[in-house]
């Protein structure tokens, strides 16, 4: 659980330390008022003091390479987990090889066991209302996710959402555990469109915005990892 101390923060408020990987709601919604006042490497730095296992997903999409310079300026190490549906464009491919190589990540990447070809042939990519595209969501993007939680028992995930994405999103708050009990953190989740593009610029970073997801295929829809 979330419990006080007698610290401080990095901007001189009181520290919280995680004691256990069980939350209550109290206990993180305090958390979390302590941590919006903090920039997205001191939030890092605060739960990487107190995590096990800590992992960061990517799905190299927009203003993807924000949260994962972040991370691995704090943690260089960490393992960074990419699903990959195999249904990306060649612009997010192409941006995906220059993070990795400019960044040295420690990548896994996970993969559904039909290819996209094999698809292509039987079945394509089924319409958003269907019962079709739930199973296709299920198999191309749940089950390597799944699969990924299973071999790396993370206590701690880090992830890119922000509050202004979806209107599920707009609930959470940059720490929140998810039905697994695993702790999940978003360090821009306030940030704007507009700060992330000065976060770029100041690190000198790529981005790319030609992105095609299958599982959602319209922007304010979840794919299903957060759900």
Not at 5 to 29: A, H, M, Q, V, Y
Not at 138 to 144: G, I, N, R, S, T
Not at 149 to 168: C, G, I, M, Y
Request: proline share 6%.
């Amino acid at each position: 659980m979330l419990m006080k101390d007698s610290g401080t923060s990095l901007n001189g408020n009181r520290t919280l330390s995680i004691k256990k990987p069980k939350f209550s709601g109290i206990e993180l919604e305090e958390a979390n008022k302590l941590l919006k006042d903090l920039e997205p490497m001191q939030i890092i730095e605060w739960v990487l003091e107190h995590a096990q296992k800590p992992i960061l997903t990517t799905n190299f999409g927009p203003y993807s390479a924000s949260l994962i310079h972040a991370v691995t300026r704090v943690k260089k190490d960490i393992n960074v987990i990419w699903c990959d549906t195999g249904y990306n464009t060649p612009h997010t491919y192409r941006f995906a090889k220059k993070i990795m190589d400019q960044l040295s990540l420690n990548m896994y990447i996970y993969s559904p066991k039909l290819t996209p070809g094999f698809r292509d042939v039987t079945m394509g990519i089924p319409s958003i209302d269907s019962d079709e595209h739930k199973t296709f969501t299920q198999e191309v993007k749940l089950e390597p996710f799944n699969r990924a939680l299973e071999e790396h028992q993370p206590d701690v995930w880090f992830s890119n959402l922000r509050k202004e994405q979806t209107a599920f999103r707009s609930g959470l708050d940059i720490l929140h555990v998810n039905g697994d009990g695993i702790l999940k953190v978003s360090p821009f989740f306030y940030f704007s469109e507009f700060e992330l593009d000065l976060y770029l610029k100041r690190f000198k970073l790529p981005n790319e915005k030609k992105y095609f997801d299958p599982t959602k295929m319209l922007q304010n829809r979840e794919c299903g990892l957060h759900l």
